[in-house]
């Protein structure tokens, strides 16, 4: 399997410094088709500046190629504000397999919320 891509961009994210982030996201395999997540993990990685948050998501529908992840209020409240940050995207492989990058997301950091 290689040449993973989001099944639709996914635009610029506001974190909000102190909230509680999810985000969700549909994988394609190159040839178009949903990514069976069969054997790999979500992951997703939120840097802003020198901090970098880890975490693992959850398979929303193994079959169907969607995920999500989410972020906790503690994990944000250590981001700067306000700051450009990214969010990477990846396919954890479990043993026999490889890791795969899925995209690379912009973000903005907010100590405010915005409606």
Not at 4 to 28: M, N, R, Y
Not at 79 to 92: F, Q
Request: overall charge negative; hydrophobic content about 45%.
């Amino acid at each position: 399997m290689a040449n993973l891509k989001l099944a639709s961009p996914i635009l610029l994210q506001v974190v909000t410094c102190g909230s509680t982030f999810d985000l969700s996201w549909h994988v394609h395999n190159s040839d178009g088709t949903n990514l069976n997540w069969t054997g790999y993990t979500p992951k997703a990685r939120l840097t802003v500046g020198s901090v970098a948050i880890t975490v693992t998501g959850t398979v929303v529908n193994a079959g169907g190629g969607t995920a999500s992840a989410s972020w906790t209020s503690a994990q944000t409240a250590t981001l700067t504000s306000p700051a450009w940050g990214s969010i990477e995207l990846w396919a954890d492989a479990d043993a026999s397999t490889t890791n795969i990058a899925i995209a690379t997301i912009a973000v903005r950091t907010s100590a405010e919320v915005i409606p």
